[in-house]
């Protein structure tokens, strides 16, 4: 994947989302990786304020070498 591709694919996300790379049960090595992208939102409810915030997350997960 190409940082244009990337930039492409996660353009009309919010500017202040967090970034998380997800990797499950596997194991990676130095390599170039195409990713899975996931877009996640909630509500962070503040009790004590009364206050309600959208938050958000772009969720990157490598896409694991097939072995031939």
């Known amino acids: 994947m190409t940082k244009k ?3 492409e694919l996660i353009k009309d996300f919010q500017d202040d989302a967090d970034v998380v790379v ?3 049960d596997t194991t990676l090595y ?3 990786y195409d990713f899975t992208i996931d ?3 909630w509500t962070r409810t ?7 915030k959208v ?3 772009i969720r990157l997960t490598p896409i694991e ?4």
């Open 30 to 32: 130095e390599d170039l």
């Open 5 to 7: 591709e990337l930039i």
């Open 22 to 24: 997800e990797v499950h």
């Open 46 to 52: 503040d009790f004590k304020e009364g206050t309600h």
């Open 55 to 57: 938050m958000t997350e």
């Open 39 to 41: 877009a996640v939102s």
């Open 65 to 68: 070498h097939t072995r031939d």
